[in-house]
Structures are given as C-alpha cells and as structure tokens.
C-alpha cells in the first residue's frame, strides 16, 4: 500500500557518542540518528542475557539485587533515547517496547524480576517522555499465564497513568538519570508541564531520605522518599513556595 514507508520492528533508537544507547551486552550503540523514522522503538525487557552478561559475581542473586538489576537495565535505552531525542531530534517520538520476563537462554537458570519492581519501572518509563508502549509476551510452553501477566501489568500501569494524561502528551522530562544496578539508590522521574510537575519517586534499597527537585528556576522543593513508590503533584503555591499532593501510593 506504501511502498516509501519505513516501518521497523525494534531497536531503532537515537544514540550518540556522548551519550550512547547500550546493549544488553553492554555494548555501545554508534551514533544512529534514525533518519527515515517518525519514532524511535527502545527496549525494556528483563532479559536473561542482561543477567548473564553483566550479573556482578560477588553480589548475592536475592530479591532486592535482582529488582534493582533489572530496573537498571529497563530505563537505560529508554532514558538515553529520550535524552539524545531531546538534544539531536526533538521531532520523533518514542514506542517502547516492554516485558518482565524473556528467555533467550532457557537452558540456564536465571532469575527475574518481581511484578512489582516491573510495574514500578514501568511507571518510571512514562515520564521519560515516552509516546506508548507494546508488550512483548510470547508464549512459552510451561509458562503461557506469564504471557497474560504481561499485558495485565501494562494495562494496570497504563490505568493509574492516564490519570497524568496531560502531562503524558505535553511535558518535559525533568531527569536522564539511571538508577545503578548494583548499589542502593533512589529513583526519581517526572514531566514539567509549565510550572507544574508529575513526580514518581522510588526507593531503590537506600540512599537519602530527600530529594531535592526544582520546579522551575530556583522554586525548589525536599520530597521525603517513600518506603516504596509515590507519585507526587508539584504546582507552585504563594505561601508554601511548592504545593505537594500525592494523589496515588
């Protein structure tokens, strides 16, 4: 029907030298400004060849190491994609393709990581200036409710997130930073709308008890860090400087 028409499947992302687009090998993608596209197509899978490429040998493989491993390696493309899109090609938004749980190599033993860490991380996806999502959830024989459990943790995330819709369609990514994948950390992600902000703030297994966000120029605010997950409404307020609701835990 449209012969001209470039279509991908995946993998075709905007990355650059200063900040470039790693594998799940940890190999550095080259600049590749995707020139013929409308969107870029990142990756956030917690894939078994992430874990046995790049799992630290001296870390105990316990839920908190494993959750926190995994959210790493689901922000970085994304992240790095929204950043060089941000900076190189304001134009093309981004499709992102997500899973918990794949498989490359059935054959070894390989943890995963929990609902509950994916659903966080994918949260933290929608306000890295993302446009959607598609879910990756191939049958696997033994495991077909896995399939189902993809799509039900999407549309659930999906959900709660539509509830930002604005902020979804016209804010600005106010963070670039990735969460480390070995030490205990707090994640924090969020879209300026004029000068109004969405926030989700994550507690990564430690680190401080603030965080200091800005909401625009020095109209700055402390946000206690939560035991786990909360999304905050920022808006400006004449007496307190910086109104904060947490609308959802």
Avoid at 78 to 86: G, H, Q, S
Avoid at 91 to 116: F, G, K
Avoid at 130 to 151: K, T
Wanted: with cysteine; net charge negative.
């Amino acid at each position: 029907m449209y012969p001209d028409v470039s279509v991908t499947n995946w993998v075709v992302m905007a990355s650059s030298a200063t900040h470039p687009v790693l594998s799940w090998t940890d190999w550095r993608h080259p600049p590749s400004p995707p020139l013929f596209f409308t969107h870029t197509n990142p990756i956030a899978y917690g894939i078994d060849t992430y874990f046995l490429a790049a799992w630290p040998s001296e870390h105990e493989v316990n839920r908190e190491n494993v959750d926190r491993f995994y959210t790493h390696l689901l922000l970085r493309q994304v992240t790095m994609d929204a950043l060089n899109r941000k900076r190189y090609r304001s134009n093309l938004d981004a499709v992102v393709w997500v899973a918990r749980w794949v498989r490359d190599h059935p054959e070894e033993r390989v943890p995963a990581m929990s609902r509950a860490a994916y659903r966080e991380s994918l949260r933290h996806i929608w306000l890295r200036g993302i446009d959607a999502m598609q879910v990756f959830n191939a049958v696997r024989e033994r495991y077909e409710a896995y399939a189902i459990q993809e799509v039900r943790d999407v549309q659930q995330v999906f959900d709660e997130m539509l509830a930002y819709r604005e902020f979804l369609e016209a804010g600005e990514v106010m963070n670039f930073a990735v969460p480390d994948n070995r030490e205990a950390s707090v994640m924090w992600s969020g879209l300026r709308l004029g000068d109004r902000a969405i926030v989700r703030v994550t507690n990564l297994g430690g680190g401080p008890p603030h965080v200091n966000l800005c909401l625009i120029d020095d109209l700055c605010v402390d946000l206690a860090v939560p035991k786990h997950g909360r999304t905050f409404l920022l808006s400006p307020s004449p007496t307190e400087g910086v109104s904060v609701q947490a609308p959802r835990s």
